[in-house]
């Protein structure tokens, strides 16, 4: 390994510490203590040593969890808030099916346990909940018009809101959210239009947070100051605290060193040249463009015969992994091309996943995602790798041997190709609809694996690699459903 390389390796170990110690810092000054209760994984964030403090529930959305919250969970404590996280059953680390008759029952379970807290005054509390999560928040200050002193909603889907229940109801949507914007509107005017009487409980209120799409309103500074200051005027607190949640840029920084750390090492592995394996330009990008065709109608046909939501027990992630699986089976049939795998390959690929595994879910553990693997998750993960190996083993052929400038044109014909592919399957299949929320992440995802298949250019340990790590990711991030 030369002297730049070294350098590289080094600058990436410096960022990783930074990181996580930036990270922690978020959590100075707070207690955090995990719970459960009736099979509910709580998590309470409140200030050390705090005494009749307000208290908040936190309900996340669909294919959220606790730790996606974590961000208004933060910039609430910091300001003198206890304030109580959970996952929903199927969500996370609750390993029961979800139900819609769950949703309230695990919010009890919640607004129970906060109550009991000794640091919480039980005649302040308050509710915030994003998507899925602001339904049931909602509709529990509309039930329990007495125990609520505000609601929150953000991203909000729908509730019988009237002039005067839920009490001080703030609606918050992300510029980019089309639809939920909308349902925000709505909600608002069926709920008396703006009003600032928060002391009789009639307070109303619509931010619109700009440049925020379903998921990015979670991370934005002004989404978690809104919440925060309507909580204040409903409380009558004056803040001190100007406490900003950047914890998930420097989750972006630990990932970008991970990934600098892999191109530093990545030379010295020696791999094998194989420019003369290169698969034909014409089969690799018809196949690329033929075979989400093909993942389409055969999704499509197979919802007539079972319901292809809950497939394999896991909510809108098993029709993602057969779309991928029937994808990848067509381009490799139209590549008619393998390279002979090897035992060094193989275990390239494996390191390869470990590496991928520690820089985007090490720390996204006490981030934005339950990261590790429940055991009804865990059993879902060979099959869901399996699933998605033959695309990323395709997508590898393809690749072998071409040079950086073409690499970029099959990250972005990939990104292209699953985002339209995907949006024709909804098409069919609305009842997948989730996935359209999903969408942009996927070009970030191509980006990182199109940069371990430029590293590696072996077509097996990218692979192998590639489809270990996804299938964890769509393992760890779909709700749990009853199979």
């Known amino acids: 390994m030369n002297r730049q390389r070294l350098f590289v390796l080094f600058t990436a170990l410096l960022l990783i510490l930074l990181s996580w110690w930036r990270v922690a810092a978020a959590q100075a000054g707070l207690e955090v203590r995990s719970l459960e209760r009736d099979g509910v994984p709580m998590l309470y964030v409140a200030p050390q040593q705090g005494e009749r403090m307000p208290g908040v529930l936190i309900a996340h959305g669909f294919a959220g969890s606790k730790q996606l919250m974590l961000g208004y969970a933060y910039v609430l404590a910091h300001t003198g808030y206890a304030v109580m996280l959970w996952d929903f059953g199927g969500h996370g680390a609750n390993a029961t099916p979800l139900e819609r008759l769950t949703l309230q029952q695990d919010l009890g379970v919640a607004y129970t346990v906060l109550r009991s807290q000794p640091e919480v005054d039980p005649t302040r509390l308050a509710l915030l909940g994003h998507s899925m999560g602001s339904g049931a928040a909602m509709s529990a200050g509309i039930r329990n018009s007495d125990r609520f002193a505000a609601t929150v909603a953000i991203s909000p889907t729908g509730a019988a809101v009237t002039p005067q229940m839920p009490r001080n109801l703030q609606l918050q949507a992300g510029s980019r959210e089309g639809r ?179 820089a985007f879910g090490a720390m996204a553990q006490v981030v934005w995602l339950q990261w590790w693997l429940i055991p009804a998750r865990l059993q879902l993960w060979p099959l869901l790798s399996l699933a998605c190996f033959p695309w990323f083993l395709a997508s590898g052929v393809a690749q072998q041997g071409v040079g950086i400038g073409s690499r970029l044109i099959w990250w972005l014909g990939q990104s292209v190709v699953l985002v339209g592919g995907f949006f024709l399957t909804l098409q069919f299949l609305p009842q997948l609809s989730f996935i359209f929320l999903l969408l942009p992440l996927f070009p970030i995802f191509m980006a990182i694996f199109s940069f371990a298949a430029a590293m590696l250019n072996e077509a097996w340990s990218y692979a192998l690699g590639s489809a270990l790590f996804f299938g964890w990711v769509i393992a760890a991030a779909f709700p749990l459903g009853v199979s």
């Open 180 to 358: 939920f914007i909308f349902n925000a509107q709505r909600l608002l005017q069926e709920a008396g239009g703006e009003n600032q009487n928060l002391a009789e409980g009639r307070g109303r209120s619509l931010v619109t947070i700009p440049q925020a799409n379903h998921i990015t309103v979670l991370f934005h500074n002004l989404s978690h100051q809104a919440a925060r200051r309507w909580l204040d005027a409903t409380f009558s607190i004056q803040a001190t605290n100007s406490y900003v949640d950047r914890r998930m840029t420097w989750y972006g920084l630990h990932l970008l060193a991970w990934l600098m750390m892999l191109g530093a090492v990545a030379p010295a592995l020696n791999l094998p040249s194989v420019h003369r394996m290169r698969a034909h330009w014409v089969r690799s990008w018809g196949g690329l463009l033929l075979a989400p065709l093909a993942a389409s109608v055969i999704l499509t046909l197979s919802s007539r015969v079972g319901e292809i939501q809950s497939l394999g027990g896991l909510l809108v992630g098993g029709a993602v992994g057969i779309w991928l699986f029937v994808a990848g089976i067509v381009w490799l049939v139209i590549l008619s091309h393998l390279p002979r795998p090897t035992i060094r390959v193989v275990v390239l690929g494996i390191a390869l996943f470990i590496l991928l595994w520690v």
